[in-house]
């Protein structure tokens, strides 16, 4: 079993950062790609940017160029940048193990003036 713990939520203004981080409790993590999803309130789920095992990204195009993840096998963690930061990135960030059924509870982030 796999524990994924997000971290790095918070309420911030339009255009600000934020860093969120996803730390997997098994150095298994490493063989995996993990995703970020975001929930909106009252709406699904969704992917939000995701990595490979081997570091490749791919992105939303809501966050194409605003937002970055990475990864650090040694650590086992992942994390997701986000800058210049709208409105409607507020929700809920969870992170994912790829193939699994293995989820972080999720962090809140609040982007509002």
């Known amino acids: 079993q796999v524990r994924l713990v997000e971290s790095g939520g918070g309420l911030v203004q339009p255009g600000e950062s934020l860093r969120l981080s996803c730390a997997a409790s098994?150095?298994?993590?490493?063989?995996?790609?993990v995703a970020w999803y975001h929930q909106a309130p009252g709406k699904q789920r969704d992917l939000v940017a995701s990595?490979?095992?081997?570091?490749?990204?791919t992105y939303a195009d809501s966050v194409k160029g605003r937002f970055t993840i990475s990864r650090d096998n040694v650590k086992n963690m992942v994390f997701l940048q986000m800058n210049s930061l709208e409105p409607e990135d507020t929700g809920v960030y969870s992170c994912?193990?790829?193939?699994?059924?293995?989820w972080g509870q999720g962090t809140q982030v609040t982007v509002s003036s």
């Open positions: 098994r150095s298994i993590f490493s063989l995996y790609s």
């Open positions: 994912h193990l790829g193939g699994t059924a293995y």
């Open positions: 990595i490979t095992s081997g570091g490749t990204p």
